[in-house]
Structure formats: C-alpha cells, structure tokens
Antibody, heavy 117, light 109 residues
Framework: QVQLQESGPGLVKPSETLSLTCTVS?????????WGWIRQPPGKGLEWIGS???????YYNPSLKSRVTISVDTSKNQFSLKLSSVTAADTAVYYC??????????WGQGTLVTVSS | EIVLTQSPGTLSLSPGERATLSCRAS???????LAWYQQKPGQAPRLLIY???SRATGIPDRFSGSGSGTDFTLTISRLEPEDFAVYYC??????????FGGGTKVEIK
C-alpha cells in the first residue's frame, strides 16, 4: 500500500519560499508514473501545482510555473516542492500525490500552510 | 487549456435518492483520462472512478460514471449517509497537466 506524508513549515512569511517534502512508503519513488503536488485554499477547490515523472521530467501549472520547483531524492524516497515569493493567496492545504494518466491514485493527508507575517 | 465545469454547484437530496452530477469540458477529453473523486471535510480526496466509468478498488457499486467527449456524469444510485460530500472531476491533459472541476457539494436536504 502506497503511503504519502507531507512535511514542512505550517507558517511562511510573505515574499519567502514555501518548502514542503513528501515522504513515500510502500513503493519506490523511481517506479511511479508521476508524483505531484496539488493544493486547496480554505473552502475552495483543488488546484494542480505540478508533477515530476519517473523520467525526471517536470511539468508545472502555467499560472505558477515561474515560482515552482519540484525535485526528487530517490535515495530518501522523497520528493519536494518549492514555491517562491509567496503571498496570502498561497495559503492552502498542500497535498502530495501519486498518479497515472488515468487518475491520481494516492494522496497524502495534506498539510496546511499559512502565509502571514 | 481545458476547463472543467461541474454542475450543479450544490445538490440537496435525501438519503435513498439518486444523485446525478455533471462535468462538462471546454474541449474533448479522452475518456481514459477522466476521473472522479469524493472529498469529505478535513480529508484528502478519494478516487472513486477512473477512465470515466471504472470504479476504483473498494468503491461500492452504487457509484457509476459515464460519458465521453465533453460531457461526463457521476451517478450515485441511492445516497447513503456517508455519501454526503464534495465531488470533483479531473482530467489529465496532453501538456501534460491535471485540471480539476470546481466541485459539486452533495448535501442532506
């Protein structure tokens, strides 16, 4: 059974960089089709941030592309998200997930990140 | 960029009733890449349907998906108390990108 767990600061100051890590267990991260980040502002819907593929290729939401970096550490079976120059609009629950073109099969429990001074 | 529009925004029904949720795409979507999720408060989304009509593991058969092209439907044949939640459709695009619909809330009438 694949399990994903997000970790990182719950509070980030405006203009700083949000950094989160997703630790994967029960599955080799080098075997998965893609690993991605999805966020959900409080009371709102789901927004795809970006994904990294088993090939190492990364793809980002065009609306966030200039601020996002997703990377993988296969030695730790983890992948990470960095979102720079954050504002209050980046306050959200951030989910890491694993999927294929058919569906996003596995999700982490989510972690709330608040952007505030 | 494909936009997914879900309707209605809120569906007020009683347990035992049938729920029909719509997901309309701004351009044709591959049925193989259309999925539905259920989300309850404080929880991550849970995969219900993939490939537009295939139930994920452990999903009761009261949940069914259908559709093709630009129009997709999630049907819950008889609502159980645990089915009251928010439902999202998602498509996997060619860029590749993921796109989610805005969600439909199924609430108790």
């Amino acid at each position: 059974q694949v399990q994903l767990q997000e970790s990182g600061p719950g509070l980030v100051k405006p203009s700083e960089t949000l950094s989160l890590t997703c630790t994967v267990s029960g599955y080799s991260i080098s075997s998965g089709y893609y690993w991605g980040w999805i966020r959900q502002p409080p009371g709102k819907g789901l927004e795809w941030i970006g994904s990294i593929y088993h090939s190492g290729s990364t793809y980002y939401n065009p609306s966030l592309k200039s601020r996002v970096t997703i990377s993988v550490d296969t030695s730790k079976n983890q992948f990470s998200l960095k979102l720079s120059s954050v504002t209050a609009a980046d306050t959200a629950v951030y989910y890491c997930a694993q999927g294929t073109p058919a569906a996003t099969d596995y999700w982490g429990q989510g972690t709330l990140v608040t952007v505030s001074s | 960029e494909i936009v997914l529009t879900q309707s209605p925004g809120t569906l007020s029904l009683s347990p035992g009733e049938r729920a029909t949720l719509s997901c309309r795409a701004s351009q044709s979507v591959s049925s193989s890449y259309l999925a539905w999720y259920q989300q309850k408060p404080g929880q991550a989304p849970r995969l219900l349907i993939y490939g537009a009509s295939s139930r994920a593991t452990g999903i009761p058969d009261r949940f069914s998906g259908s559709g093709s092209g630009t129009d997709f439907t999630l049907t819950i044949s008889r609502l159980e108390p645990e089915d009251f939640a928010v439902y999202y459709c998602q498509q996997y695009g060619s860029s590749p990108e993921l796109t989610f619909g805005g969600g439909t809330k199924v609430e108790i009438k």
